[in-house]
């Protein structure tokens, strides 16, 4: 072989053998994580979402639409979280159901408890509620709170996958500051409401944290409890009853799949309005007005403002 054709030949191979250990653009991004995350409520499996991006596809336990009060575990949900290596929950005794599905599905894997850290609200003086109500944990309907919501499952899933601790950081970071601008957006909407007008009705006990973080006066609620899985009494309802006539109460506010039919008697004797449709404890189908947790709270927060400005 000629010198000059050996010559380009050694270097060829030189050239190849560098190019052969240089890291490629690939192999210098983070690698979809193999971690199984399933995450309770689908407003929370969203929330979870936002934090894991793409490394990580979280898994929501309960159908669309189901409350968490009524819910109860069917064999193949015991099987999904058996084979999960992280366990999403709201916490705050909401979820009533989770000591015999974790003990059905036995085993061990990484269990956070999204509202750790929070404390339960103290309900004003006025406020009716049943006597043996011990705390409120729907810190949710405040997106300050959620924002403990984030921190926590950052942490639980960096614990869980410490290769993905700088994506789940600028992931949870990112989602922080929407959740500061919805915040705000809410402030600005509820604005319009005029402060004698900011008093709320509800189907449950559902808008604590909404009502101390915007202003709004909580009147009464046709059951005066956190669970839906609870009921009212002739005399809870005459005592709301004359609350809204003495209030003036412009609205009875009322959930998705909620029963109208006591709402629709107290409209009766008040003169509220009824309004329909909000989403308090999952979100809607991909293509319904409140498909994110973000557009739960917007949506929510219109129907309220257009009721009662």
Known sequence: MPRSTFAMFAAFVVIALIAACAPTAATSQPSPSNLQVVAVETFLADIAQNVAGER??????????????????????VKKVADSDVFIVNGAGFEGF???????????????EASKGL???????????????VGDPHFWFDPTKTIR?????????????PAGAA?????????????????????????????????LVTDHDTFGYFADRYGFQIVGMIVPSVSTADSTSAQNLAELIQAIQATGAKAIFLEVNANPQVAEQIARETGARIVTGLYTHSVSE??????????M??????KIVDALQ
């Open 56 to 77: 990580v596809h979280v898994q929501v336990l309960m159908p669309l639409g189901v409350d968490a009060h009524a819910f109860e575990p069917t064999p193949q949900d």
């Open 119 to 133: 404390v339960s609200r103290e309900r004003k003086a006025d406020e009716p509620h049943a006597e043996d109500t």
């Open 167 to 199: 994506t789940y950081k600028s992931n949870a970071d990112a989602y922080i500051q929407k959740l500061n601008a919805l915040d705000t957006n809410i402030k600005d909407q509820v604005n319009a409401i005029p402060s004698a007008n900011r008093k």
């Open 98 to 112: 989770l000591d015999k599905l974790l003990e059905n599905a036995g085993g061990t894997r990484l269990y956070i």
């Open 286 to 295: 991909p293509n319904g007005p409140a498909p994110t947790y973000i557009q």
């Open 297 to 302: 709270l917007e949506y929510d927060t219109r």
């Open 149 to 161: 919501y984030v921190e926590n499952i950052r942490d639980g899933l960096t614990q869980a996958d």
